[in-house]
C-alpha cells in the first residue's frame, strides 16, 4: 500500500507557476498509475492529468498545454508542474495512486463508486 505527501501549493500571481510534488512511500511509484485531482470550494473534485506506467499522459482540456504530469521513478515522486495560472485554478489539489490508469480517469470524470488504492492529503493552490 502506497503512501502519498503533497507538497508545493501556495499563492501565486495570475501568469505565474507553481511546481507540485506528490512523495511516496511504502511502494514503489513506477508500479502505479497516478493522478492529479482538485477540488475548489463548493465544486465537485475534477481529474486534472494523469500518468500511466508506460508514462502516457491525458490532461483535463482546462489545463492543456499549460500543465504537465511527470513522474521519478527513482525518486519516487509524481509532479505536477503548472504554468500561466489562472485565478480558475484555485483549488485544493490532490495526488493519487491505483493499479489501474482507467479507474484513475473514471474517477476523474465523477463517478463516485471507485475507491482508489491511495491518495494524499492535498495542497493548497491559490492564484490571485
Known amino acids: 500500500h502506497v503512501q502519498l505527501v503533497e507538497s508545493g501549493g501556495g499563492l501565486v500571481q495570475a501568469g505565474g507557476s507553481l511546481r507540485l510534488a506528490c512523495t511516496a512511500s511504502?511502494?514503489?511509484?513506477?508500479?502505479?498509475?497516478m493522478a492529479w485531482f482538485r477540488q475548489a470550494p463548493g465544486e465537485e473534485r475534477e481529474g486534472v492529468a494523469a500518468i500511466d506506467t508506460d508514462g502516457n499522459t491525458t490532461y483535463d482540456d482546462s489545463v492543456k498545454g499549460r500543465f504537465t504530469i511527470s513522474k521519478d521513478n527513482v525518486k519516487n515522486i509524481l509532479y505536477l508542474q503548472m504554468n500561466s495560472l489562472k485565478p480558475e485554478d484555485t483549488a485544493m489539489y490532490y495526488c493519487?495512486?491505483?493499479?489501474?490508469?482507467?479507474?484513475?480517469?473514471?474517477?476523474?470524470?465523477?463517478?463516485?463508486?471507485?475507491?482508489?488504492?491511495?491518495w494524499g492529503q492535498g495542497t493548497q493552490v491559490t492564484v490571485s
Open positions: 493519487a495512486a491505483d493499479r489501474s490508469f482507467s479507474r484513475l480517469i473514471w474517477v476523474g470524470e465523477g463517478d463516485p463508486g471507485i475507491a482508489l488504492d491511495s
Open positions: 511504502g511502494s514503489t511509484v513506477s508500479t502505479y498509475s
